[in-house]
């Protein structure tokens, strides 16, 4: 049961992302609301309806099919504009800021409602003219399903005027920034908050000697999925450590568990089933993917194709904040399994990495540019006042502001944006 428990899983989470899934549903609900209206049209409750308010109902045949076939024609155009509309968002991001932003773009849950809408009036005019087809003229009066049609088409329009504003707004960079820190945020408060509590005191504890189990394929760690283990391993009362980060590229036959306890080859294929390894690095903002996004638009807006020093700057500010955060984690956590004595140990990323990942990138970009070296300063003099840091943590800011120091020497060829830089970053 649990081997198919993680394909579900998957096959679930791909379906919410999917461009095609609000539409879908929303189609559907349309597509059965058309046959219930249709069934509803001769009722006595609806005839009465008719009778009294009969100018809010289309009673000649001729004019009801002109109606809803101006109805498909028109809203089949919306859907056609919308759909480009999104094309060249897409299109644009990509170019403009990094291609790992199309993702979520797509997956705007707003813009697939609209498009749903869209899609699912068409679908309503389309059955009910099928409908008066299928019975011309001498069909009964279908007042109540154009009435509704026409409802549809305008609210098919309000979702127009609001679809061209939310599409305008979604691809301003302050706003997909602004995204992707709010949505890292609350990962890694969520984050903080799960495993308050949890650390335990692992600093001697030597795992070297440890068994090691290696991993059989390519990808990027996401997670260790502890609903996966069977009963028979929690029993064994093990220790587990994690070796990888959240977001480490690993290599087929690289280490990735230790254990304290041998386990025999059925439970280590176990804890490697556990074990959450995706082809795509920038999938969801979740450890440093966020924090990685926000590193790349900062890159590329300091591209010579590009040069927005004003959206690399922004992105460092958002940067700032999401570091100071994630140098505050604890290096290791550990936790018990689901009420068993099994010890689950996860590594977390070690501030020389976060270094190399996310700064490093930027100061080799923005080595010349003055204003931005002076915000990359400032952030640097900001996470290193950060509570709860370690003296690694503070020799890993130390060291990049030594190699940043380096760069203001041998590329700000202006002697006053050279000495007030170098003032900033020596005296803070």
């Known amino acids: 049961m649990k081997e198919l428990l993680k394909p579900l899983k998957k096959i679930y989470h791909n379906v919410l992302k999917s461009i095609a899934f ?30 009294n308010l009969s100018y809010l109902f289309i009673q000649d045949f001729e004019t009801a099919r002109s109606i809803l076939t101006t109805f498909i024609g028109g809203i089949l155009s919306l859907t056609v504009f919308s759909f480009t509309m999104v094309m060249v968002v897409l299109n644009q991001a ?17 813009h697939q409602i609209i498009l749903g809408v869209y899609i699912g009036t068409l679908l309503f005019c389309t059955i009910v003219l099928i409908y008066l087809g299928a019975y011309g003229i001498d069909s009964e009066s279908m007042g109540l399903s154009t009435m509704l049609a026409a409802l549809f088409a305008l609210v098919c329009i309000g979702f127009f005027v609001y679809f061209i504003h939310s ?7 302050n706003h997909i920034t602004n995204r992707i820190f709010e949505s890292s945020m609350r990962h890694l408060d969520s984050e903080m908050n799960s495993t308050s509590g949890q650390e335990v005191s692992l600093h001697y504890i030597e795992t070297e000697n440890w068994y090691t189990i290696y991993v059989t394929e390519n990808g990027y760690y996401k997670d260790f999925d502890v609903s996966l283990m069977t009963n028979a391993l929690l029993e064994q009362n093990n220790q587990i450590e994690v070796l990888p980060y959240v977001g480490q590229h690993i290599w087929k036959g690289m280490p990735v568990l230790r254990t304290k306890n041998i386990f025999n080859e059925e439970e280590q294929r176990n804890l490697l089933f556990c074990l959450d390894i995706s082809s795509k690095r920038h999938e969801g903002d979740k450890g440093i993917s966020g924090m990685i996004k926000l590193m790349e638009i900062a890159v590329k807006a300091l591209s010579p194709g590009i040069n927005d020093p004003g959206t690399a700057i922004g992105a460092i500010g958002d940067l700032a904040e999401l570091l100071r955060v994630r140098l505050q984690f604890s290096k290791v956590v550990s936790t018990y399994v689901r009420d ?51 003296e690694e943590d ?17 590329n700000v060829s202006n002697p006053i944006d050279q000495k007030r830089i170098l003032d900033y970053l020596q005296n803070g």
Request: hydrophobic share 50%.
């Open 22 to 51: 609000y539409p879908v549903l929303i189609s559907f609900g349309f597509f059965m609301l058309s046959i219930v209206i249709l069934e509803l049209e001769n009722t006595e409750a609806v005839m009465a309806l008719k009778k």
């Open 94 to 110: 990509s170019s403009n800021f990094s291609p790992r932003l199309l993702p979520n773009l797509i997956s705007n849950k707003k």
């Open 167 to 173: 599409i305008s707004t979604a691809i301003q960079i």
């Open 340 to 390: 068993s004595e099994t010890l689950l140990i996860k590594n977390n990323i070690s501030a020389y990495e976060i270094m190399r990942i996310i700064v490093q990138p930027i100061r080799n970009y923005a080595k010349k540019d003055s204003a931005v070296l002076f915000e990359l300063v400032a952030t640097l003099h900001f996470i290193s006042k950060a509570p709860n840091l370690s």
């Open 394 to 410: 503070m020799a890993a800011i130390a060291e990049e502001k030594e190699a940043l120091l380096f760069d203001i020497k041998e």
